[in-house]
Protein backbone atom coordinates (compact mmCIF):
# COMPACT_ATOMS: atom_id res chain seq x y z
CA UNK A 1 0.00 0.00 0.00
CA UNK A 2 1.56 3.63 -0.64
CA UNK A 3 2.44 5.50 2.60
CA UNK A 4 -0.05 8.52 1.44
CA UNK A 5 -2.46 8.21 4.37
CA UNK A 6 -6.44 7.82 4.10
CA UNK A 7 -7.06 10.91 5.83
CA UNK A 8 -8.71 14.17 5.70
CA UNK A 9 -10.74 15.32 2.99
CA UNK A 10 -11.75 12.30 -0.22
CA UNK A 11 -13.43 14.15 -2.68
CA UNK A 12 -15.78 11.77 -5.15
CA UNK A 13 -16.29 13.01 -8.54
CA UNK A 14 -20.00 13.93 -9.85
CA UNK A 15 -21.58 12.10 -12.81
CA UNK A 16 -20.48 14.09 -16.01
CA UNK A 17 -19.77 13.21 -19.68
CA UNK A 18 -18.00 16.52 -19.53
CA UNK A 19 -13.84 16.07 -19.00
CA UNK A 20 -12.87 19.41 -19.09
CA UNK A 21 -15.32 20.44 -16.64
CA UNK A 22 -14.44 17.38 -14.61
CA UNK A 23 -10.93 18.49 -14.67
CA UNK A 24 -11.53 21.35 -13.90
CA UNK A 25 -13.66 20.79 -10.87
CA UNK A 26 -11.57 18.49 -9.30
CA UNK A 27 -8.34 21.22 -9.49
CA UNK A 28 -10.17 23.24 -7.55
CA UNK A 29 -11.18 20.37 -5.05
CA UNK A 30 -7.84 19.79 -4.58
CA UNK A 31 -6.49 23.50 -4.50
CA UNK A 32 -8.63 23.71 -1.37
CA UNK A 33 -7.26 20.47 0.47
CA UNK A 34 -8.53 17.21 -0.77
CA UNK A 35 -5.58 14.71 -0.86
CA UNK A 36 -7.57 11.78 -2.21
CA UNK A 37 -10.09 11.67 -5.29
CA UNK A 38 -12.00 8.49 -6.34
CA UNK A 39 -13.08 8.47 -10.13
CA UNK A 40 -16.95 7.60 -9.52
CA UNK A 41 -18.95 8.37 -12.69
CA UNK A 42 -21.80 5.97 -13.28
CA UNK A 43 -23.05 7.40 -16.15
CA UNK A 44 -19.92 7.55 -18.46
CA UNK A 45 -19.70 4.76 -21.51
CA UNK A 46 -16.45 2.81 -21.16
CA UNK A 47 -13.96 4.83 -23.65
CA UNK A 48 -15.16 8.05 -22.10
CA UNK A 49 -14.75 6.64 -18.10
CA UNK A 50 -10.78 5.30 -19.15
CA UNK A 51 -9.98 8.33 -20.93
CA UNK A 52 -11.69 10.80 -17.63
CA UNK A 53 -9.90 8.57 -15.56
CA UNK A 54 -6.84 8.92 -17.02
CA UNK A 55 -6.80 12.49 -17.19
CA UNK A 56 -7.79 12.58 -13.31
CA UNK A 57 -5.24 10.73 -12.44
CA UNK A 58 -2.38 12.76 -14.41
CA UNK A 59 -3.94 15.67 -12.34
CA UNK A 60 -3.55 13.66 -9.08
CA UNK A 61 -0.06 13.07 -9.74
CA UNK A 62 0.44 16.44 -10.37
CA UNK A 63 -1.02 17.53 -6.78
CA UNK A 64 0.33 14.60 -5.17
CA UNK A 65 -3.09 13.24 -4.14
CA UNK A 66 -4.39 9.85 -4.13
CA UNK A 67 -6.16 9.15 -6.84
CA UNK A 68 -8.73 5.56 -6.37
CA UNK A 69 -11.17 4.43 -9.21
CA UNK A 70 -14.56 3.58 -7.90
CA UNK A 71 -15.38 -0.03 -8.60
CA UNK A 72 -13.85 -0.25 -12.31
CA UNK A 73 -10.80 -2.79 -11.32
CA UNK A 74 -9.91 -3.04 -14.85
CA UNK A 75 -10.11 0.96 -15.35
CA UNK A 76 -7.87 1.22 -12.54
CA UNK A 77 -5.11 -0.95 -13.48
CA UNK A 78 -5.43 0.70 -16.65
CA UNK A 79 -4.56 3.88 -15.77
CA UNK A 80 -2.04 3.00 -13.18
CA UNK A 81 -4.19 4.10 -9.98
CA UNK A 82 -3.19 3.96 -7.12
CA UNK A 83 -6.05 2.06 -5.96
CA UNK A 84 -10.03 0.91 -6.23
CA UNK A 85 -12.87 1.46 -4.36
CA UNK A 86 -15.35 -1.68 -4.23
CA UNK A 87 -18.54 -2.25 -2.85
CA UNK A 88 -21.34 -5.45 -1.80
CA UNK A 89 -21.89 -5.65 -5.53
CA UNK A 90 -18.56 -4.96 -7.06
CA UNK A 91 -15.18 -7.63 -7.78
CA UNK A 92 -14.22 -9.51 -4.52
CA UNK A 93 -11.68 -7.82 -2.36
CA UNK A 94 -9.14 -11.18 -2.95
CA UNK A 95 -10.04 -10.44 -7.19
CA UNK A 96 -9.12 -7.04 -7.11
CA UNK A 97 -6.09 -7.10 -4.98
CA UNK A 98 -4.81 -10.27 -7.54
CA UNK A 99 -5.43 -7.85 -10.29
CA UNK A 100 -3.86 -4.81 -8.87
CA UNK A 101 -1.03 -6.02 -6.46
CA UNK A 102 0.22 -5.23 -3.12
CA UNK A 103 0.71 -1.87 -3.19
CA UNK A 104 -2.11 -0.21 -4.44
CA UNK A 105 -5.00 1.24 -2.24
CA UNK A 106 -8.45 -1.00 -1.78
CA UNK A 107 -10.93 0.82 -0.12
CA UNK A 108 -14.63 -1.81 0.92
CA UNK A 109 -17.68 -0.07 1.58
CA UNK A 110 -19.32 -1.36 4.56
CA UNK A 111 -22.36 0.75 4.86
CA UNK A 112 -23.29 0.25 8.40
CA UNK A 113 -22.11 -2.92 9.29
CA UNK A 114 -19.24 -3.31 11.77
CA UNK A 115 -18.87 -6.90 11.21
CA UNK A 116 -18.08 -6.59 7.13
CA UNK A 117 -15.59 -4.33 8.41
CA UNK A 118 -14.09 -6.75 10.21
CA UNK A 119 -14.29 -9.41 7.48
CA UNK A 120 -12.78 -6.84 4.86
CA UNK A 121 -9.77 -5.76 7.29
CA UNK A 122 -9.33 -9.82 7.71
CA UNK A 123 -9.04 -9.90 4.03
CA UNK A 124 -6.65 -7.19 3.42
CA UNK A 125 -8.77 -4.26 2.68
CA UNK A 126 -6.39 -1.27 3.38
CA UNK A 127 -9.49 0.99 4.46
CA UNK A 128 -13.36 0.28 5.21
CA UNK A 129 -16.35 3.25 4.04
CA UNK A 130 -19.40 3.87 6.40
CA UNK A 131 -22.02 5.63 5.48
CA UNK A 132 -24.75 6.92 4.90
CA UNK A 133 -24.55 9.41 7.66
CA UNK A 134 -26.81 11.86 6.54
CA UNK A 135 -29.16 12.29 3.86
CA UNK A 136 -27.80 12.07 0.75
CA UNK A 137 -29.05 13.64 -2.67
CA UNK A 138 -26.43 11.02 -4.29
CA UNK A 139 -27.88 8.18 -2.87
CA UNK A 140 -31.25 9.28 -1.47
CA UNK A 141 -32.45 5.55 -0.37
CA UNK A 142 -29.11 4.47 1.18
CA UNK A 143 -29.66 2.95 4.59
CA UNK A 144 -28.57 5.49 7.52
CA UNK A 145 -25.40 4.75 9.54
CA UNK A 146 -25.17 5.34 12.95
CA UNK A 147 -22.19 8.06 14.24
CA UNK A 148 -21.60 5.65 16.87
CA UNK A 149 -20.55 3.33 14.77
CA UNK A 150 -17.52 5.14 13.66
CA UNK A 151 -15.98 5.28 17.65
CA UNK A 152 -16.67 1.26 17.73
CA UNK A 153 -14.91 0.85 14.30
CA UNK A 154 -11.68 2.76 15.61
CA UNK A 155 -11.99 0.67 18.88
CA UNK A 156 -11.76 -2.55 16.86
CA UNK A 157 -10.30 -1.47 13.37
CA UNK A 158 -7.00 -1.26 12.76
CA UNK A 159 -7.35 0.24 9.13
CA UNK A 160 -8.36 3.98 8.36
CA UNK A 161 -12.24 4.52 8.19
CA UNK A 162 -13.75 6.69 6.09
CA UNK A 163 -17.37 8.52 6.75
CA UNK A 164 -19.75 9.10 3.85
CA UNK A 165 -22.89 10.23 2.97
CA UNK A 166 -24.32 13.57 2.98
CA UNK A 167 -21.56 15.13 4.43
CA UNK A 168 -21.04 18.71 4.72
CA UNK A 169 -18.43 21.37 6.55
CA UNK A 170 -21.14 21.96 9.01
CA UNK A 171 -22.01 18.68 10.16
CA UNK A 172 -18.46 16.67 9.01
CA UNK A 173 -17.10 17.62 12.39
CA UNK A 174 -19.53 15.37 14.57
CA UNK A 175 -18.02 12.33 12.47
CA UNK A 176 -14.30 13.62 12.67
CA UNK A 177 -14.74 13.81 16.47
CA UNK A 178 -16.83 10.46 16.21
CA UNK A 179 -13.31 8.38 14.92
CA UNK A 180 -13.55 9.39 11.06
CA UNK A 181 -9.99 9.58 9.61
CA UNK A 182 -11.87 10.91 6.45
CA UNK A 183 -14.73 12.23 5.29
CA UNK A 184 -15.76 11.34 1.22
CA UNK A 185 -17.83 14.27 -0.20
CA UNK A 186 -19.47 14.78 -3.20
CA UNK A 187 -22.74 17.24 -3.39
CA UNK A 188 -20.99 19.73 -0.72
CA UNK A 189 -18.15 20.37 -2.76
CA UNK A 190 -19.11 20.14 -6.00
CA UNK A 191 -22.21 21.39 -6.59
CA UNK A 192 -20.90 24.82 -4.05
CA UNK A 193 -20.46 28.22 -6.17
CA UNK A 194 -16.87 28.44 -5.16
CA UNK A 195 -15.26 24.21 -5.25
CA UNK A 196 -11.98 25.35 -3.77
CA UNK A 197 -13.37 27.45 -0.88
CA UNK A 198 -15.96 24.53 -0.39
CA UNK A 199 -12.94 22.05 0.24
CA UNK A 200 -10.94 24.52 2.12
CA UNK A 201 -13.86 24.61 4.54
CA UNK A 202 -13.15 21.07 5.72
CA UNK A 203 -9.81 21.69 6.63
CA UNK A 204 -10.41 23.15 10.18
CA UNK A 205 -12.35 19.85 10.78
CA UNK A 206 -8.77 17.70 10.57
CA UNK A 207 -6.65 20.14 12.56
CA UNK A 208 -6.50 18.35 15.74
CA UNK A 209 -5.80 15.03 14.00
Do not use: W
Request: aromatic content about 6%.
Amino acid sequence: MTARPIAGLYAVTPDTEDTARLIRLVEATLEGGARIVQYRNKIAAPALKLAQARALKAVCVEHDALFIVNDDVGVAREVDADGVHVGRDDPALATARETLGREKVIGVSCYRSLALAREAQGAGADYVAFGSFFPSRVKPGAVRAPVELLTDAKRELSVPVVAIGGITAANGGELVRAGADALAVISALFDADDVTAAAAAFGPLFASR
